[in-house]
């Protein structure tokens, strides 16, 4: 069975830091881009950021573009999402899934995902 478990999420000050992990198992981890979305109460889920299969494409949301980094550690199929002088509008809960039909693209949050995580919560406070 597919699995995907996020953690790392927590109380952080604005301008600090928060990493995110997703670990993944149950399929050929290799083979996804691995994607990071988020959900506040009240709006939709939205897409923040993916990193590609093999060649390691990333794509971030401009609203975090310049502070989050995305990296995957093939070794132990994790992707981890480094969120850098986190805003107050970051806060939400951050869920994880993956694909190997659409790349790592900013239009490729636009399709539908079925495999999720429990997600992490992250709360930024001013």
């Known amino acids: 069975e597919v699995q995907l478990v996020e953690s790392g999420g927590g109380l952080v000050q604005a301008g600090g830091s928060l990493r995110l992990s997703c670990a993944f198992s149950?399929?050929?981890?290799?083979?996804?881009?691995i994607l990071w979305f988020r959900q506040a109460p009240g709006k939709e889920r939205e897409g923040v950021s993916c990193i590609n299969s093999h060649d390691g494409t990333t794509a971030f949301a401009d609203s975090v573009k310049g502070r989050f980094t995305i990296s995957r550690d093939n070794a132990k199929n994790t992707v981890y999402l480094q969120m850098n002088s986190p805003k107050p509008e970051d806060t939400a809960v951050y869920y994880c899934?993956?694909?190997?039909?659409?790349?790592?693209?900013?239009?490729?949050?636009?399709?539908?995902?079925?495999?999720w995580g429990q997600g992490t919560q992250v709360t930024v406070s001013s």
């Open positions: 899934t993956g694909n190997t039909g659409y790349g790592c693209h900013t239009w490729s949050f636009r399709y539908t995902y079925n495999n």
């Open positions: 149950g399929f050929t981890f290799d083979d996804y881009a």
